[in-house]
């Protein structure tokens, strides 16, 4: 079975930026989305950005538009999420997820509707 493997996490003070990686260790036949969903204790997991695999379309929740920009390799089999002007209140667990729904850019994104999840990278941004 495929996996994703996320990094590029870390330690920034606010208003600094870091890119995230997610790479597919194997293409999942049918993929449909690629997001980034976060994570803080005792939250719900929250969808912040996906990209469709093959039009490339693009969701972003309200909070980090205009601050983050999702993308993709498909040949590297590989999504992105570029992050600028962090705010301390981008601290969580950022996880990379696969989708093979039609459904999987509905917003908010849902993560039932997500097959395949990495492991997670941590993200902490200091005021």
């Known amino acids: 079975q495929a996996r994703l493997i996320e990094s590029g996490g870390g330690s920034v003070q606010a208003g600094g930026s870091l890119r995230l990686s997610c790479a597919a260790s194997?293409?999942?036949?049918?993929?449909?989305?690629l997001s980034w969903f976060r994570q803080t204790p005792g939250k719900e997991r929250e969808g912040v950005a996906g990209?469709?695999?093959?039009?490339?379309?693009?969701y972003y929740v309200d909070s980090v538009k205009g601050r983050f920009t999702i993308s993709q390799d498909d040949e590297a089999n590989e999504v992105y999420l570029q992050m600028s002007g962090l705010k301390p209140e981008d601290t969580a667990m950022y996880y990379c997820a696969l989708s093979t729904r039609g459904s999987c850019l509905r917003p908010p994104l849902s993560p039932p509707a997500y097959e395949l999840w990495g492991q997670g990278t941590q993200v902490t941004v200091s005021s």
């Open positions: 194997e293409y999942t036949y049918g993929t449909n989305c």
């Open positions: 990209i469709y695999h093959g039009s490339g379309r693009v």
